[in-house]
């Protein structure tokens, strides 16, 4: 065996938004020099982590059932006489039902918070003792990123970077204060290290990340700190997600028209068209300054593509304030979106709400709004067929000879071409759309270049 074959297998199931990707990829760092190398499935796994997400109802279920199944592969493993595994609960829903998952779970090892992470190895050795310390909750993001190397290993041409955390804005439907904690922003030199060392090892195109990313508070805020890292070399695309409207600046807007290498792709929740929920929500904007600041942002970006978040059936929402909510994405017409119906979870103030809707109302009105939403969608896709597009490409797609790549606008891009563009942006010739992809092909060999 080489020095560098891992001694221990290493299963990571995550769930939830990319700031649990983020996690899951710095927990297998901070576990490599443990000797945990990567495997996709938890049969013969010596340890696995489940990075949960508290965002949805039944999330914590979902968890349980989880647990069960591990807890019967443990003992089939041990019968078999194959090492014991290790089962480790991370993220929001070990923040939020830590002592819970013990109480119901004892084959639960470890219940780590998400800002705790970076104490895995230290955990993980006390609890090879003598069962020690088995639940790490700590509200400690900046000893969290103090104690994580910027020597990550990236999978591919893309990353997630993280850059704030936490939420102050007390939607009353997100239990996100209570399991992230208070807004909190690394600093510019951290997140231009770690971007420098990813570009350093390939990868062409970064997403910064945070529960309001555009709330990022190093110097020259969000707008500045995109300004630093386009002029790293070999980082050619930046994204953000996710924001919030009440972040919006005018300088951040102002990118938007001026720094190429930021993508014209935005997603900028809203919730709800009817001011009346907002306010219920706590959302801290209206449906009008909404559609202002939407004005805004394509005066200065005229392409933008705009993608939001909606939910629908939040506790005394009537009829016309969703059709409020139709009329808004009429008049914005989004290139992608996410909507949900409103969920109750435990210990925010929606779920003690008068005026609960009725699901079989949700199911209907989340159907009409999908409906809107995917028209628009494919609308969006349609209007690229016949354009030239930038495209990186990421991976082979499933076909033989065929690459996958993403538009500026964040669209999957079918194209036949040759392994060695993969890491290459290229400009495709749009010929086809359907409502989650396009395909093309390329529209010079003059540009083709080894990666």
């Known amino acids: 065996m080489s020095e560098t074959a891992p001694r221990k297998r290493l299963y990571i199931k995550t769930y939830g938004c990319q700031m649990n990707v983020y996690d899951s990829e710095r927990m297998a760092d901070v576990l490599s020099p443990l000797g945990y190398g990567m495997t996709d499935s938890p049969e013969g796994a010596d340890l696995v982590v ?102 990550r290993r990236p999978t591919g041409v893309t990353a997630f970077l993280t850059v704030q955390e936490g939420c102050d804005k007390f939607c009353t439907f997100c239990v996100v204060p209570y399991t992230r904690g208070g807004e909190w922003s690394r600093s510019v ?72 290498e930021l993508m014209p792709y935005l997603h900028l929740p809203v919730q709800s068209g009817s001011d009346r929920i907002l306010r219920a929500m706590n959302r801290a904007h209206t449906a009008e300054s909404y559609l202002r600041l939407i004005e805004k942002i394509r005066a200065a ?56 809707v009725a699901e079989e109302v949700k199911d209907e009105r989340l159907a009409r709004l999908n409906a809107l939403l995917e028209e628009q969608q494919m609308a969006f896709n349609a209007a690229q067929t016949g354009k030239d597009l930038p495209v990186l490409f990421e991976k082979r797609g499933r076909h033989p000879g065929q690459l996958i790549g993403r538009s500026p606008y964040l669209q999957s891009v079918h194209v036949s071409a040759p392994d060695r563009l993969i890491g290459q942006i290229v400009t495709v010739k749009i010929e086809d759309a359907a409502r989650n992809s396009l395909a093309g092909a390329l529209a010079s060999t003059g540009e083709l270049e080894p990666a």
């Open 50 to 151: 489940l990075n949960t997400c508290h965002i949805r109802e039944k999330a914590t279920e979902k968890v349980y059932s989880e647990l069960g199944k591990l807890k019967e592969l443990r003992q089939e493993q041990a019968e078999a006489g194959g090492p014991r595994l290790g089962i480790v609960v991370a993220g929001c829903v070990a923040q939020a039902e830590g002592e819970e998952i013990m109480r119901r779970q004892p084959a639960v090892d470890l219940v780590v918070g998400p800002q705790a992470y970076h104490q895995l190895p230290e955990l993980i050795a006390r609890a090879h003792r003598a069962r020690g310390e088995r639940l790490a909750a700590d509200f400690a993001p900046e000893e969290k990123f103090d104690a994580l190397s910027t020597a």
């Open 189 to 260: 030199e951290a997140v231009e290290a770690e971007a420098r060392a990813l570009a350093e090892k390939g990868v062409r195109e970064v997403t910064l990340l945070g529960q309001n990313v555009n709330a990022y508070t190093g110097e020259g805020g969000l707008a500045g700190l995109v300004r630093r890292l386009a002029k790293i070399p070999g980082l050619d695309r930046i994204r953000y997600t996710t924001s919030h409207p009440r972040d919006m600046d005018e300088a951040l807007i102002a990118a938007h028209g001026e720094v190429e």
């Open 301 to 356: 970006r005229p392409d933008i593509a705009i993608s939001g978040d909606f939910i629908v059936g939040f506790p005394g929402e009537r009829d016309a304030d969703f059709e409020a909510t139709l009329q808004l994405v009429r008049e914005v017409g989004h290139a992608g979106a996410f909507s949900f119906k409103y969920s109750r979870r435990p210990g925010t103030p929606a779920a003690a709400m008068p005026g609960q």
